[in-house]
């Protein structure tokens, strides 16, 4: 799971994977400025990289790249 807040009320993209090219996405269905987003087929002791965009009502778009995690080892 990724969390994050905005000032304004927004609909989350996460971009994830592997490189920073990502390739798999997950996306939040509300408006929202508390964010949360679950990520699926993460697999254990891998590095992950992941950006969060998040676009208002109005369709203004924010984005946030280049962070990193890795998974626990099973």
Do not use: M
Request: cysteine-free; glycine content about 10%; proline content about 1%.
């Amino acid at each position: 799971t990724v969390t994050w807040k905005t000032n304004r009320v927004s609909k989350g993209k996460l971009n994830y994977g592997q490189t920073i090219s990502y390739g798999q996405e997950s996306f939040e269905r509300a408006f929202v400025t508390d964010h949360k987003v679950e990520l699926q087929g993460l697999q254990p002791g891998t590095k992950y990289y992941f950006e969060v965009l998040a676009t208002d009502i109005e369709g203004g778009q924010t984005f946030d790249a280049y962070y990193g995690f890795t998974t626990l080892a099973q």
